[in-house]
């Protein structure tokens, strides 16, 4: 088993250029493990489309299947220049949560940065909700796939590891929910800290940063007309609003390490 790790923003996955397994969900279980496996936030397979110019699709380290991820989609588009799959700067990626459109950076024959079509962005009237015996607000918002955004103050930003699986399974949410904490600097920029659905807390989410800047735009906390800077604990994203409402993502992919395993074990 040929295995690529790569990450966007400390967001890592494993990356096969091949068919999904049978057994996928297993194997990522296994592989995700960072004490027993190689250790990721999940697989990401970059398979053949019949409507793009290539197939994403993406599997969490418990074994679940995401619709789309901003970070994975962006070491996508690096994999594929640099290993010589594509020479396109601009390429069409077929999602679970639909096509999206990645425009690359190259200098040198690499890949520098890659920016995302995230699509629309739609964020729904705030609702309240329980957790921890505390009460927050929260706006739901959908990205493809769904988020909780709560803004709070710096404290606040400590709430994943104490209330993120919590809300993750909220009766609200009967499939789950990605929650990010917000907190609004005073230059504009956003903080944000994520629980990810189906693997905790993760150092960046790109749909979940998409979802804080749509959310702080439809609050106004943010002009919509400018540069919205989304800080992770793995470092910065950048979204800006195209007129037709679309929202593009712009950020780094890196490659951690390539490796060949003989046998996967079970622990």
């Known amino acids: ?63 679940s299947e995401a619709l789309m991820c901003g970070n994975g989609i962006r070491c996508v588009g690096k994999y594929i220049y640099e290993k010589g799959l594509s020479d396109k700067t601009d390429l069409l990626i077929e999602t679970r949560s639909g096509i999206r459109r990645l425009r690359l950076d190259v200098h040198e024959g690499k890949v520098t940065s890659v920016s995302v079509n995230m699509g629309t962005v739609t964020v729904s009237p705030a609702v309240t909700v329980e957790a921890g015996e505390q009460t927050y607000t929260l706006y739901p918002v959908s990205t493809g796939n769904p988020h909780a955004v709560i803004f709070t103050d710096e404290k606040g930003l400590s709430l994943p590891e104490k209330i993120g699986s919590l809300i993750e399974h909220h009766p609200l949410f009967p499939g789950g929910v990605n929650c990010e904490f917000v907190n609004v600097r005073n230059n504009g920029t956003l903080r944000m800290r994520v629980w990810e659905r189906g693997s905790g ?42 007129e037709n409402g679309e929202f593009w993502m712009k950020g780094p992919a890196e490659f951690v390490f390539e490796a060949e395993m003989e046998e996967v074990r079970k622990k």
Not at 209 to 231: C, L, M, P, R
């Open 201 to 242: 807390v993760t150092m960046a989410c790109g749909t979940g940063a998409a979802a804080s800047a749509a959310a702080a735009i439809f609050t106004g906390a943010v002009n919509e007309k400018g540069t919205v800077i989304v800080e992770l604990d793995g470092g910065i994203l950048e979204f800006t609003k195209a």
């Open 1 to 63: 088993m040929k295995i690529t790790k790569m990450q966007g923003l400390g967001n890592d996955y494993l990356y096969f250029h091949e068919e999904v397994p049978a057994d996928v969900s297993d194997l990522s279980i296994l592989l995700s493990d960072r004490h027993y496996g190689v250790g990721s936030d999940g697989l990401i397979y970059i398979t053949e489309s019949q409507t793009a110019d290539f197939g994403m699709r993406i599997f969490n380290a418990d074994g």
